[in-house]
């Protein structure tokens, strides 16, 4: 699934200008627009380890038997080498990432799994001597029924 969505992620048109990431890459840096994929914290990332995905499930009574509950982990970020124009305009791109993220989840019409939506974001800022950054952890749920 985390495959999918990385080439889902790099043909999304609201994703242009995005570099999109496949897990954790320690030597990737500050990047001004970003989504990695598979990550559920940066933190770690930057030591190569991280969650990329869980999933639940129970018995059901649906289609067939099983209930499950597929969560993938992403991280938006926004990184500016300077401090002049503040956080503001860092969450406002960071909140169009996730936007289009969403939009692309939602138009996804090539896997079996359903319902999909972003959900879980957790809003971080971090001010470093050369610049800001924000990041948004959240999880890409789907469920299978």
């Excluded at 992620?9 to 496949?22: H, P, T």
């Excluded at 079996?112 to 959900?119: F, K, Y």
Aim: proline share 6%.
């Amino acid at each position: 699934m985390i495959d999918h969505l990385v080439t889902l992620f790099k043909a999304a048109s609201g994703l242009s200008g995005v570099e999109i990431v496949d897990g954790p890459m320690p030597s990737s840096g500050p990047l001004p627009l970003a989504l990695w994929v598979g990550v559920d914290d940066i933190v770690a990332a930057a030591q190569g380890e991280t969650t990329a995905a869980d999933s639940t499930a129970e018995r059901s009574d649906f289609a067939t038997g099983q209930r499950e509950d597929l969560n993938v982990y992403c991280v938006a970020g926004a990184y500016d080498g300077s401090v002049d124009a503040g956080f503001s305009p860092l969450r406002a791109a960071v909140a169009g990432i996730t936007a289009a993220v969403q939009t692309a989840v939602n138009g996804d019409v090539q896997t079996p799994w359903q319902n999909p939506g972003v959900t879980g974001l957790t809003w971080r800022q971090v001010g470093y001597n050369d610049g800001l950054q924000v990041f948004v952890p959240f999880r890409i749920t789907y469920i299978a029924l």
